[in-house]
Structure formats: structure tokens, C-alpha cells
């Protein structure tokens, strides 16, 4: 299967778009699940239940927002314009934002439930060996959550891979811009000759979802064994 | 060497406790639910008492009034817990090292060797925790206590989730620990038995009340 000069043009596209909202979800991700599940704080409901909210919403709603607030009419848009030159309304940068906005909430759930799951006592085992809660974090906490952080971040990057609904509100479908994989599928579908193509970026992004699926699931797995998690607990035979 | 005066409440149940604790080793009995492992928490710091104070020799480690709480990792007092709480992802020896590095190197009192050999663990240091016994997981908690170089070590059931058989062979090591590093112990135990053949004196925690 050959692509032509465009088609690699969306695919490489999404590649970039989805690799660096993967980088923004990831550090933001892993704080504010952290925040969620170790932190008491006014507003953590409303919190909680707007970080779900882009899951539940039409793809086009967040988008359309994101318009509103950060195009270059929009009050956050204009000032960013104004005092740094940067542009995100129609730009990939936009894109990036777009995407990481709709995947943010499926890099939080699995890094949540993995700081759920840990024991405490072994943090409080680590503070009374002279770790300061920063070094426990780094040294207990975030190792034993690495499967929950990798399963989150591969989810993000497949579901970044795939946005569409939202990238197509707040950037548009610009080609070499902002036309990721679905929006080239998407507008080679209105071509009147575009149906091969459309069909091999179609086959080529299902390709591309399996293959970050299998390799997050292979990845956690080999790092739940690593960690022990798998195997069961509590053998006491012999000393 | 330690003076406690301390106050806590959680719910229902309320731990006042105040003594005065020696150097070699301290048993503390009492039967479960009694607060004998909150008391030990309070003493490491994990636990905040709402009254009283702390003090370990010259050194004032709570004063309630005089809003002093000094967090457990500028503590230095080793806590073995019950079922040794190891990390699961660290090898025996990154275990055994993980207090020893935060120490000043002057301050170390212990080389991985050295506890290795006491504690018999010299064979399982490129081992996982999940690959040890409940026996060798204790004697590896212990060590990795010991290596901190504490200057007080606080066990909290350390033989209370193995059989007969394997305390009777990890009560020796305790034993060792007393008389070769002289470090001061509080021995927390249900088993007045095991309390008995390690401390040089014996405090009761009953119902939240701790006495002589």
C-alpha cells in the first residue's frame, strides 16, 4: 500500500498533533489525578466532573468553546495574540489543543485508579526512612503507578489520533495545517474520486489503533509483572 | 531518652499515653484494637496527637501548644511494620539501601554487608520482594531499618504475620540486632512471650491507656 505525498501529509500530521497532546496530558494528567485522589479541596467535584465532561459532550461542543475562548476574536485568544504572538484558532498548535482536551480525560481515569490502588503504608514506609514527600512521589508513588500512567498515555495518543469533531470546530480542515488522518478521510469521502484513498487512510488508521492498543496492553502488562502486581500475595513458605 | 505526653482521638476510640522511655529495648503489649500501633504511629510521626508533647532526648519532636510537629523523614527512627511493607518494585538490595542513601555518609553507621550478614540476606539481594518468604521479607524489612542507622527503631508486630516456627527463627536476629548494634528498640507485640524474651522492660496499652 503506496500513499501519495498528501496522505503522509495527514498522516505525519497526526502523528505530531497526537504525540504532543500526549506530552501536555501526561505531566497534567498524572497532577491533577494525583490532586483527585490524595487531596481534599473545595470545587473537587466540579473539578472532577469538568475533566469528564468533553467525554460526554458532542466532540463539537468542546470545540466550538475552545473557538469562543481562544480564537483571535476570543478574550483569551486576543491577549495570547496580543502579548505572546501566539495563534491557536486554524494553526496545528490549535489542533494540539483540541485533541489534548478530548483524550485529557482518558489519560486521567487509569492514572486515578492507579494511585488509588497503591498502598499508602509503603509511602509512610519510605517517609520513615528519611524520604521527603517529593523523593517518595518519585521514588514509590510514580513507579508503582507507571502501568495506570502507560495504559493512560497510549490511550490519549489513540484517541488523539482519531479526534475529529473537535480539531474540526476550533482549527478547521486545512491541509498540511490542520487536516489530520480523519479529516483527510473525511474530505477525500466528498471527492468524487477520493474513495481509495479514503479507504487505505480508513484501513491505515484502524492499523494504527490496533497496534497502540496492543502495545499499551503488552507494555502494562510487562510492567504489572515487573512490578509483581500480577502474582499473588502473601507466600509464606519457609523462611 | 524518649518523653511522651501525647493525646490523640480518632472517632471513638482515644490513645492518651505518658511515659518515659529508656534506652535498650521497650516492650509494648496489649491486646489488638488496644491502640499499641497508634501509639507507634504518633512516635514516627505518620500520626498528629490533638494534645501534649514529644521528645526525643534534648531534641522536642512535637509541642502541640507550641505548634512544633516535626514530619517522620527528619525523624530518623526506623518503623519495621507488620507485614514489612518492602517495594515491590525495588530489588532486596535497592530495598536494604533505599534509607542508607539518604543519609550523609558520615552518618551511616552500617554498610549493606555488614546487616547483610547479621540478618542472614546476603543470598536474596538480586531478588524481588515477591520472591521472598514471609520470613526473609521480616529479616529484609528489619535490615532495611537497621541500615537507616536509626537512632531508635520502632517495630510494630514485626513476626505477627508468620507461623510459630518462623518467629521462633527471627526472634534470634532481634536478639542479635539488641546486643551487637545497641541501637534502642520499642518492641510492639501482642505475645507477651516474645516481649518478655527481647525487652529489659514492658509497658501495657489497654483500651487507650498506656502504663507501667
Known amino acids: 500500500m503506496t500513499l501519495t505525498p498528501d496522505e503522509w501529509q495527514a498522516l505525519l500530521l497526526s502523528a505530531k498533533v497526537a504525540s504532543c497532546a500526549t506530552l501536555i496530558c501526561l505531566p497534567a494528567g498524572i497532577a491533577l489525578a494525583w490532586l483527585l485522589v490524595r487531596r481534599e479541596f473545595p470545587g473537587k467535584l466540579l473539578v472532577d466532573a469538568l475533566v469528564q465532561l468533553p467525554m460526554v459532550l458532542p466532540p463539537v461542543v468542546p470545540g466550538y468553546l475552545l473557538l469562543l475562548l481562544l480564537g483571535t476574536q476570543g478574550p483569551v485568544g486576543g491577549w495570547l495574540q496580543a502579548q505572546f504572538g501566539i495563534v491557536l484558532a486554524f494553526t496545528w498548535k490549535g489542533a494540539v489543543l483540541a485533541s489534548a482536551v478530548m483524550a485529557f480525560p482518558l489519560m486521567v481515569q487509569p492514572v486515578r485508579l492507579a494511585f488509588r490502588m497503591i498502598d499508602r503504608r509503603l509511602e509512610h514506609a519510605a517517609s520513615t526512612l528519611g524520604a521527603t514527600p517529593w523523593r517518595v512521589f518519585l521514588s514509590v508513588t510514580l513507579p508503582l503507578a507507571l502501568p495506570g500512567i502507560i495504559a493512560g498515555a497510549m490511550l490519549c495518543f489513540s484517541r488523539s489520533l482519531g479526534e475529529f469533531g473537535a480539531t474540526m470546530a476550533f482549527v478547521g480542515n486545512i491541509p498540511g495545517e490542520t487536516r489530520t488522518l480523519p479529516l483527510a478521510i473525511y474530505s477525500y469521502t466528498h471527492l468524487p474520486d477520493g474513495e481509495a484513498a479514503a479507504l487505505r487512510l480508513t484501513l491505515l488508521s484502524i492499523a494504527l489503533a490496533f497496534a497502540a492498543l496492543i502495545a499499551s496492553h503488552l507494555i502494562t502488562h510487562r510492567t504489572e509483572r515487573l512490578l509483581g502486581q500480577l502474582e499473588p500475595r502473601g507466600r509464606d513458605a519457609g523462611a | 531518652m524518649l518523653a511522651l505526653d501525647v493525646v490523640l482521638s480518632r472517632g471513638p476510640f482515644t490513645l492518651s499515653a505518658k511515659a518515659a522511655i529508656g534506652p535498650g529495648v521497650t ?178 496499652v489497654d483500651a487507650g491507656r498506656l502504663s507501667e
Request: proline share 6%; net charge positive; with cysteine.
Open chain 2, 27 to 204: 516492650g509494648i503489649c496489649g491486646p489488638s484494637g488496644a491502640g499499641k500501633s497508634t501509639l507507634l504511629s504518633l512516635i514516627a510521626g505518620l500520626l498528629k496527637p490533638q494534645r501534649g508533647s514529644l521528645h526525643f532526648g534534648n531534641d522536642c519532636l512535637v509541642d502541640v501548644d507550641r505548634g512544633r510537629f516535626v514530619p517522620p523523614w527528619q525523624r530518623h527512627f526506623g518503623l519495621v511494620f507488620q507485614d514489612g511493607q518492602l517495594f515491590p518494585h525495588l530489588s532486596v538490595r535497592d530495598n536494604l539501601l533505599y534509607g542508607w542513601k539518604q543519609l550523609a555518609p558520615d552518618a551511616r553507621r552500617f554498610t549493606l554487608d555488614q546487616v547483610a550478614a547479621l540478618l542472614e540476606i546476603d543470598g536474596l539481594l538480586a531478588r524481588r520482594p515477591l520472591q521472598l518468604s514471609g520470613g526473609e521479607r521480616q529479616r529484609v524489612a528489619l535490615g532495611r531499618a537497621l541500615l537507616y542507622s536509626p537512632r531508635l527503631l520502632l517495630l510494630d508486630e514485626p513476626l505477627s504475620s508468620l507461623d510459630e516456627r518462623l518467629k521462633q527463627q527471627i526472634l534470634p536476629f532481634l536478639k542479635r540486632i539488641k546486643t551487637e548494634t545497641g541501637v534502642p528498640m520499642i518492641y510492639v507485640s501482642h505475645s507477651r512471650a516474645e516481649v518478655d524474651y527481647l525487652a529489659d522492660r514492658v509497658l501495657t
